[in-house]
Every structure is written in C-alpha cells, then in structure tokens.
Antibody
Framework: QVQLQQSGPGLVKPSQTLSLTCAIS??????????WSWIRQSPWRGLEWLGR?????????DYATSVKSRIMISADTSKNHLSLQMNSVTPEDTAVYYC????????????????WGQGTLVTVSS | QSALTQPASVSGSPGQSITISCTGT?????????VSWYQQHPGKAPKVMIY???KRPSGVSNRFSGSKSGNTASLTISGLQAEDEADYYC??????????FGGGTKLTVL
C-alpha cells in the first residue's frame, strides 16, 4: 500500500521559491508503471493539476501551462522522494499542495489520482 | 487547459438518486475515456470513486456509477446516504501529458 508523506514550509515570501518534498513508501519513485503528480487546491482555483514525473528508462516531466515557466518536479531515487519547486510565487499560489500517485494516460493503469499525501498548506505572504 | 464545468451544487433526499455533470471539450472529455471522479469530505484529501469513466476501484460502493456522452461525463449516486454529503470533482486527461479538473460540486443530502 503506497503512502505519501509530505514536508516543507508552510509560509513563503512573495517572489521566493516554494519547495516541498514527498516521501514515498510502498512503491518506488522510479517504478516503470507509475507516475507521480503534484496537485494543489485553493478556494479560488479549486483543484489544479500542476505536473507529473515518471520513469520509463529515463525521466519524463509534464507541466500545466499555467505554471510551466515556474515549476520543476524531480525525483530522488536514493531517498525515494518526490520534490516540487515553484519559483516567483505570488499570493495567488497560496493553496494546499498534494503529492499524488497517478497521472498516466494509459487505460488500465494509474490514470487516476490515488493515494494522496496529507496535503501541505502553503501561504504566500510577506 | 480550462477547467471542466460542473454545477456548483446539487441536493437530494436519502434514498434518492442524483447526477452530477462534468462538461469539457472535444480536446479533453470528448477525446479520451480517462475521466475520473473524486469525493472530498471537509479537511480530507480527495478519494477516487470512478476511473476510466465508469470503473469503480475496489471498496467503492456500487451506488456510484459513471458515464459519458460526447463532451459531458456524469456521476450518478443512487440510494443517497448521509455519508455521501461531500464535494465531488471530475478530472479528465487533456492531451499533451496534462490533466484538468472540474470546479467541484457540493452535494447536500437533505
């Protein structure tokens, strides 16, 4: 059973970089069938898929157009961790951020999002 | 990648059936059989209820069912129970490795 444990600061200043990590247990971040996504939720934007990473002989990344220029998702295989970095944050980036297993667009495998991490409320404020 | 359109709220009495719609475009819902539905209770993370349009994960009640017609997907909950009161979100693959969610629907069990 996959479990995701998130960590990272809950307060980030405007224009700075948001950094979160997600410790994975029960599966490998470099699994050749899984994908790992970051999703955020705010009252004004609802649920918003931010991006994904997955390993198929090499690493692949895809990002939402809305954040593509500011975001990086990476994996640390030695720690079995997933990371999210988003730079130049503004108050509009205030949200609960989730790391999630899923996001592969293939029938029969991981084309859904489950399980979810516990969520991290990140507030962007000076 | 515009958000999928869901009604803001729906309601029903215990035992009744309700349907939540999720309208996208020919670039997302209409093009792929990769719509999933999520239930979220206050303060909790979303939980998948339906995937690939009409499939239920193990452990999800058969009172939950999904369907699709053209650019619109639907979630039907039959035999409404008090515990079904929650927010519901649809999600679809949108091509190019990206995914899009609906704005969410608040279900009230009267």
């Amino acid at each position: 059973q996959v479990q995701l444990q998130q960590s990272g600061p809950g307060l980030v200043k405007p224009s700075q970089t948001l950094s979160l990590t997600c410790a994975i247990s029960g599966d490998s971040v470099s699994s050749d069938s899984a994908a790992w996504s970051w999703i955020r939720q705010s009252p004004w934007r609802g649920l918003e898929w931010l991006g994904r990473t997955y390993y198929r002989s090499r690493w692949y990344n895809d990002y939402a157009t809305s954040v593509k220029s500011r975001i990086m998702i990476s994996a640390d295989t030695s720690k079995n961790h997933l990371s999210l970095q988003m730079n130049s944050v503004t108050p509009e980036d205030t949200a609960v951020y989730y790391c999630v297993l899923g996001g592969i667009a293939v029938a029969g495998t991981y084309n859904w999002f489950d399980p979810w991490g516990q969520g991290t409320l990140v507030t962007v404020s000076s | 990648q515009s958000a999928l359109t869901q009604p803001a709220s729906v309601s029903g009495s215990p035992g009744q059936s309700i349907t939540i719609s999720c309208t996208g475009t020919s670039s997302d819902v209409g093009s792929y059989n990769l719509v999933s539905w999520y239930q979220q209770h206050p303060g909790k993370a979303p939980k998948v209820m339906i995937y690939e349009g009409n499939k239920r994960p193990s452990g999800v009640s058969n009172r939950f069912s999904g369907s699709k017609s053209g650019n619109t997907a639907s979630l039907t909950i039959s035999g409404l129970q008090a515990e079904d009161e929650a927010d519901y979100y649809c999600c679809s693959y949108a091509g190019g490795g990206t995914w899009v969610f609906g704005g969410g629907t608040k279900l009230t069990v009267l």
